[in-house]
């Protein structure tokens, strides 16, 4: 009983983290004139993860945690 109630506790634990992942896309764009800047790398701090925009400045990033910068 005991072991199925750790297997049940740990499988909520390991669900929960997945729900608490998002995708984050946007777009970086000039300041001035608004146009798409390609080949921005974007990155989420703390993390090795790092992703550049498109040619329209477009950039998605995936799997992070909710509370991420």
């Known amino acids: 009983m005991k072991k199925l109630l750790l297997t049940v506790l740990l499988?909520?634990?390991g669900y929960s983290l997945l729900l608490a992942q998002k995708d984050v896309s946007g777009k970086?764009?000039?300041k001035?004139?608004?146009a798409p800047i390609a080949?921005?790398?974007v990155t989420v701090k703390g993390t090795?993860?790092?992703v550049?925009?498109?040619a329209q400045g477009e950039f998605t990033?995936?799997?992070i945690?909710?509370?991420s910068t």
């Open 11 to 13: 499988l909520m634990a």
């Open 61 to 63: 990033l995936t799997g």
């Open 52 to 54: 550049q925009t498109n």
């Open 65 to 67: 945690a909710g509370n």
């Open 28 to 30: 970086v764009t000039d």
């Open 32 to 34: 001035k004139d608004g």
């Open 39 to 41: 080949g921005v790398s």
């Open 48 to 50: 090795a993860l790092v």
